[in-house]
């Protein structure tokens, strides 16, 4: 049996990932390319469908860990109508170790959904 709080993580972390999906096949993005700062990309949670991208993201693989399709699903999660992600930690061992130690706040943590999203296979 699944306990209560394993569940209600996994809805909301399912809920995110649901409308990101939904909004990549159903809406239109913007994305501003004139930011030159070593950041992969940012925006502004209560501003969705707007993608600043930065010097990182250009040098980064298409896929795979720290990927542009990973920066895509970290900065989507941040955007209030998808999942209002924050900047709890950043990078793989510090999302492992968030994982492990504060599963509710690994929930709530934009690179956590990101390294899900690159390093889990599509289930079809």
């Known amino acids: 049996m699944v306990r209560r709080g394993r569940s209600s993580r996994f809805s909301s972390a399912k809920g995110h990932y649901d409308r990101i999906e939904y909004a990549l096949s159903n809406t239109k993005l913007t994305f501003n390319c004139g930011c030159t700062s070593s950041a992969y990309a940012y925006v502004y949670p209560t501003q969705p469908y707007r993608v ?73």
């Open 52 to 124: 600043y991208l930065c010097n990182a993201f250009w040098s980064a693989p298409n896929t795979g860990t720290d990927s542009r399709a990973g920066t895509m699903s970290h900065e989507l999660s941040h955007f209030d109508v998808f999942g209002n992600t924050d900047d709890i930690v950043y990078g793989k061992t510090g999302a492992k170790n968030l994982a492990i130690s504060n599963p509710a706040s690994a929930v709530k943590n934009a690179d956590n959904h990101e390294y899900f999203s690159e390093n889990t296979p599509a289930q079809n």
